[in-house]
């Protein structure tokens, strides 16, 4: 994984994970448009949104999004995997914010948004 401004490493992974067993979960048809899933657990302290498989790569301008603190992407080509760790205080609605715009700029891919985890 190549880490963009600084994200844990080890948590980001384990998030990709988690979108990785969330996409197998999500019911969608290649070709048909992006997917959005909101799982109801997530395993890190903040909001987390992340896409799988994206047909074309989300927009920069997502991870340029103010609530997001850190972004990145699977070395494989092209990526697979796009994570964005949103920053401390960041809300529901600015997860939904980061998804909408991966979802605007793909044609296909399964986006997930994970909450923080429960203490």
């Known amino acids: 994984m190549q880490a963009q ?28 448009g992006a997917t959005i899933e909101r799982l109801p657990e997530g395993s890190l302290a903040t909001w987390q949104v992340g896409v799988v498989h994206p047909s074309p790569p989300p927009p920069n301008a997502c991870a340029d999004d103010p609530a997001v603190e850190s972004s990145l992407q699977s070395l494989d080509l092209p990526s697979s995997h796009y994570g964005y760790s949103l920053i401390a205080d960041a809300t529901e609605s600015d997860a939904e914010r980061v998804a909408d715009c991966i979802a605007a700029g793909i044609s296909s891919g399964n986006i997930t948004i994970a909450p923080p985890a429960s203490e």
């Open 5 to 32: 401004r600084g994200a844990g490493r080890r948590g980001s992974v384990r998030f990709l994970a988690a979108i990785a067993v969330a996409s197998v979960a999500s019911v969608s048809l290649a070709g048909c």
